[in-house]
């Protein structure tokens, strides 16, 4: 099977996206087929690309995208372009929808396409809500946006989404099939560690290790997460807090708190670090407003069960890899799980044990690969492609 790959950004890159775009690229490397990565040059409009890429981060993420939906007739050329050299299966985008945009297949073939949120599905939901947007952007470009999102996503054979949360919200907004629209979980930005041989002991006369990650100490609820901390320190627990990715203000720090605002996994030294926070910890506690978390995955891989926020597509069943609690719910919520735990060791070893198994049936890319490569099997065998 051959497959061209579309993204805004390579995917031999591994920090764009949080990891998740070159995780997806090296999955269908491994279990689907031959990959090859489109150009991203924007052809004759190539020197605005250029200078779009040059501006700083915050501008050049708001750019790009809108530039190119609006542009998409003349950027959509090279890659019709480069699809017509070649004979492929399948054209495969991930992320940038826009990539997608007014894009002429030369011959019939599968076109599919994932992300962990669309522009105007994260915008309408708790998670866009919590940062706000400004009255041009609300009565002017979202609804040019939300039309140019219909036209792209209804013309794929294939819509992957990593959640139910996702697929409940695109089908309707966007004018889905159930034969279009799929729930395929992502896996985690880590290799898969080992399992642990036994369940960590949760008990009343050790430490309680909680862990943060990410690289917004707000976003990712770490304020929720520190007082969780001092309220379970109020009822005599001995809670110790690992943060790794940012570094907490002042005022949620304390000699309890422990961390590491940058380890990079490709350093032996600073990749130990990050496994033994992951081993030593008992929860993952991060009431975060996500669209998906890398974190809750590779939490399941080393058997740490997440308490999280019922919000968006965050991956965390209730009671087999943590807890997702109600939007609102706060520190004393969070307090009062951990406690129940406490009182129940063996219950607690029983959690363990299934985060670790839904990490290995599901939230893992072997088994996204495996699964993508069924779906795209199946239609290209039905020779019900896309020729548009």
């Given at each position: 099977?051959?497959?061209?790959?579309?993204?805004?950004?390579?995917p031999e890159h591994s920090q764009p996206y949080s990891g998740g775009n070159a995780r997806i690229y090296r999955a269908l490397q491994d279990h689907v087929g031959e990959v090859d990565i489109l150009p991203r040059a924007w052809?004759?409009?190539?020197?605005?690309?250029r200078v779009i890429y040059a501006l700083p981060d915050g501008v050049n993420l708001r750019l790009r995208w809108r530039l190119h939906l609006l542009l998409a007739r003349i950027i959509s050329r090279s890659v019709t372009e480069a699809l017509a050299a070649k004979h492929y299966d399948v054209v495969f985008g991930a992320y940038s929808f826009q990539s997608m945009a007014q894009l002429k297949t030369p011959y019939p073939m599968l076109k599919a396409f994932t992300s962990d949120a669309s522009f105007t599905v994260y915008k309408r939901s708790e998670i866009g809500a919590s940062?706000?947007?400004?009255?041009?952007?609300?009565?002017?470009?979202?609804?040019?946006?939300?039309?140019?999102?219909?036209?792209?996503?209804?013309?794929l054979d294939l819509a992957l989404w990593p959640?139910?949360?996702?697929?409940?919200?695109?089908?309707?907004?966007?004018?889905?099939?159930?034969?279009?629209?799929?729930?395929?979980?992502?896996?985690?930005?880590?290799?898969?560690?080992?399992?642990?041989t036994k369940p960590?002991?949760?008990?009343?006369?050790?430490?309680?290790?909680?862990?943060?990650?990410?690289?917004?100490?707000?976003s990712k609820g770490g304020p929720i997460a520190f007082e969780t901390l001092a309220k379970l320190r109020e009822q005599g627990v001995d809670v110790r807090l690992t943060v790794?990715?940012?570094?907490?203000?002042?005022?949620?720090?304390?000699?309890?708190?422990?961390?590491?605002?940058?380890?990079?996994?490709?350093?032996?030294?600073?990749?130990?670090?990050?496994?033994?926070?992951?081993?030593?910890?008992?929860?993952?506690?991060?009431?975060?407003?996500?669209?998906?978390?890398?974190?809750?995955c590779e939490a399941a891989a080393y058997s740490l069960p997440s308490?999280?926020?019922?919000?968006?597509?965050?991956?965390?069943?209730?009671?087999?890899?943590?807890?997702?609690?109600?939007?609102?719910?706060?520190?004393?919520?969070?307090?009062?799980?951990?406690?129940?735990?406490?009182?129940?060791?063996?219950?607690?070893?029983a959690l363990r044990r299934s985060a670790r198994a839904d990490f290995e049936e599901n939230l893992n890319w072997d088994a996204w690969g495996r699964k993508v490569h069924d779906l795209f099997d199946a239609r290209l065998t039905s020779g019900e492609l896309s020729d548009q």
């Amino acid at each position: 099977m051959k497959i061209a790959y579309l993204c805004d950004i390579s995917p031999e890159h591994s920090q764009p996206y949080s990891g998740g775009n070159a995780r997806i690229y090296r999955a269908l490397q491994d279990h689907v087929g031959e990959v090859d990565i489109l150009p991203r040059a924007w052809g004759a409009a190539e020197p605005l690309r250029r200078v779009i890429y040059a501006l700083p981060d915050g501008v050049n993420l708001r750019l790009r995208w809108r530039l190119h939906l609006l542009l998409a007739r003349i950027i959509s050329r090279s890659v019709t372009e480069a699809l017509a050299a070649k004979h492929y299966d399948v054209v495969f985008g991930a992320y940038s929808f826009q990539s997608m945009a007014q894009l002429k297949t030369p011959y019939p073939m599968l076109k599919a396409f994932t992300s962990d949120a669309s522009f105007t599905v994260y915008k309408r939901s708790e998670i866009g809500a919590s940062f706000g947007s400004s009255w041009v952007s609300r009565r002017l470009l979202d609804p040019l946006t939300l039309r140019a999102e219909r036209n792209i996503y209804r013309k794929l054979d294939l819509a992957l989404w990593p959640s139910d949360w996702l697929k409940d919200e695109a089908d309707p907004l966007y004018g889905l099939s159930e034969n279009q629209s799929v729930v395929v979980p992502w896996g985690a930005n880590i290799d898969t560690p080992k399992a642990e041989t036994k369940p960590l002991r949760l008990t009343q006369e050790t430490p309680v290790n909680l862990l943060v990650v990410g690289r917004d100490w707000v976003s990712k609820g770490g304020p929720i997460a520190f007082e969780t901390l001092a309220k379970l320190r109020e009822q005599g627990v001995d809670v110790r807090l690992t943060v790794i990715g940012t570094t907490p203000p002042d005022c949620h720090l304390n000699r309890y708190v422990t961390v590491h605002p940058t380890l990079d996994k490709t350093v032996p030294r600073e990749r130990a670090l990050f496994e033994a926070a992951f081993r030593q910890a008992h929860f993952l506690v991060q009431p975060s407003f996500e669209s998906w978390g890398f974190a809750f995955c590779e939490a399941a891989a080393y058997s740490l069960p997440s308490l999280c926020l019922a919000v968006g597509g965050v991956p965390v069943q209730d009671g087999i890899t943590g807890h997702n609690l109600p939007p609102g719910a706060g520190a004393a919520e969070f307090a009062d799980i951990i406690s129940t735990y406490l009182k129940d060791p063996e219950r607690y070893a029983a959690l363990r044990r299934s985060a670790r198994a839904d990490f290995e049936e599901n939230l893992n890319w072997d088994a996204w690969g495996r699964k993508v490569h069924d779906l795209f099997d199946a239609r290209l065998t039905s020779g019900e492609l896309s020729d548009q």
